[in-house]
Each structure stands twice: as structure tokens, then as C-alpha cells.
């Protein structure tokens, strides 16, 4: 079944870009509120919940922007990319988080996305 892609938007209030950076582009960053466990291998990452591993291989990034993951396992080269930008009218820092979702998979795999941004959300203070 094919997947659409959809994409949600965080206000991470008055978060610094390069302290944002640092949790969403390294695997000690990923492991304080993505993954139960993250390691880095070049440009991959192995991540861990629950004792189950998923590696991720990095396919695009541009420092204190964005980063592209893809799911080393996914034939159909779906993705997930976490994007960083600054609101021109507020000057809040924002997360764009961008994902690939089956109809059926939408509503949950959208709540899944709530909960760890506002864990990391929590953890920046925000």
C-alpha cells in the first residue's frame, strides 16, 4: 500500500537553532527523546526502542537546517526529514517534522510524531 507523505509544524518557542540541532541531528541528541538508544556509524544510525534495532541512513543534511532519514529497511525509500527554520513574525524557532504515512497508519503515526516532540519539547524548556 503506498504511503503519502504529510508534514506537521512544532513551535519551539525561543529554542536556540544550533541547541535544536543538537537533538535532532546526533545520536546523543536522538536518544534523550526519539530512540530508546542511538548509535552513529558515519551516516548511519542505529536506533533502538525496546530492544528492537532500525537503522537509519542519513541521505541529506544542511547544518542547523535540516536532516533527512531514511529507514535503511524501506525498499520504497520513504523518508522522514526534520527541518529548522525562525518565524519572521514571532522570531520563534520551528520544527517541521515531514514523514510518509498510509491511510491507515495516518492518525496514529501523526500522534506518535505529537508525543516526541512534546517530550522533546519538555526537555528544551519550551
Known amino acids: 500500500m503506498a504511503k503519502n507523505k504529510y508534514q506537521l509544524e512544532y513551535d519551539m518557542k525561543s529554542t536556540p537553532v544550533q541547541m535544536l540541532w543538537s537533538y535532532i541531528?546526533?545520536?546523543?541528541?536522538?536518544?534523550?527523546?526519539?530512540?530508546?538508544d542511538a548509535k552513529q556509524s558515519g551516516r548511519e544510525m542505529v536506533l533502538e526502542w525496546?530492544?528492537?534495532?532500525?537503522?537509519?541512513?542519513?541521505v541529506s543534511v544542511r547544518t542547523d537546517k535540516y536532516i533527512r532519514y531514511h529507514w535503511k529497511e524501506d525498499a520504497d525509500k520513504n523518508y522522514f526529514e526534520l527541518k529548522i527554520s525562525v518565524s519572521e513574525l514571532t522570531d520563534n524557532t520551528i520544527l517541521t517534522v515531514t514523514d510518509f504515512a498510509t491511510d491507515e497508519e495516518l492518525e496514529e503515526s501523526k500522534n506518535l510524531w505529537n508525543y516526541q516532540i512534546e517530550t522533546l519539547q519538555r526537555l528544551l524548556g519550551c
Open 50 to 58: 525496546n530492544g528492537v534495532e532500525q537503522t537509519v541512513v542519513i
Open 25 to 36: 541531528a546526533t545520536d546523543n541528541g536522538l536518544k534523550e527523546w526519539f530512540a530508546d
